[in-house]
């Protein structure tokens, strides 16, 4: 029985020894909430994918690019109302303020999923990685939605812009 104890003791100090050498990932002070997309019809190649971008970090971060095995091609791009004649153009990138947030939505700032490998088709989901300029890589489960879904219950709260600009 001391034997056990001794090897029990040995064991629990080598691990308090290694965890104290242990050094942790930082956090990404960038938080992703609610990726959802529309269901897309066979005989349409594009779609777009919708979240909340939330930076709880001291510094300005932007989301500069996007990628999926979903699309072919992705982009950033805003969709906005140019005397009653609605437009999209790509943007370089969305700026998401500190403790503030960036709501990416229909008619809005979107993820742009061009070139579709195959349908978006309603409880399916996939992959998204989203590239920051100082968060880095963040990889979501986008949620794909019915065809006319205007967004997930989380992503649309009454949540403002959040000071979104493209430079």
Same mark, same amino acid.
């Given at each position: ?36 997309? !529309? ?22 971060? !932007?989301? $500069? @690019?996007? @990628?999926?095995? $979903?699309?072919?091609?992705? %982009? ?8 009653? $004649?609605?437009?999209?153009?790509? #943007?370089?990138?969305?700026?998401? !303020? ?8 229909? %008619? ?9 490998a195959?349908?978006?088709? $309603?409880? =399916? ?16 489960? #986008?949620?794909? =939605? ?5 967004? @997930?219950?989380?992503?649309?709260? %009454?949540?403002?812009m959040? %000071?979104?600009?493209?430079e």
């Amino acid at each position: 029985m001391k034997a056990l104890t001794i090897v029990v003791s040995l064991a629990l100090s080598l691990a308090s020894a290694a965890t104290a050498h242990a050094q942790a990932a930082p956090l990404s002070t960038i938080e992703i909430m609610a990726p959802w997309a !529309r269901a897309t019809p066979a005989s349409v190649e594009t779609g777009a994918a919708y979240m909340t971008l939330v930076n709880k970090g001291a510094t300005t971060d !932007r989301l $500069v @690019s996007a @990628s999926t095995p $979903v699309a072919g091609m992705t %982009g950033l791009h805003k969709t906005f109302n140019d005397n009653g $004649v609605m437009k999209m153009l790509p #943007v370089d990138g969305i700026e998401v !303020r500190p403790g503030s947030q960036a709501v990416l939505k229909p %008619g809005g700032y979107h993820v742009m999923l061009m070139k579709l490998a195959h349908p978006l088709e $309603v409880g =399916q989901s996939f992959p998204l990685t989203l590239t920051f300029e100082k968060a880095g890589a963040i990889t979501v489960s #986008v949620k794909v =939605q019915k065809a006319g879904a205007m967004g @997930s219950d989380m992503g649309n709260m %009454g949540h403002d812009m959040g %000071g979104m600009k493209t430079e």
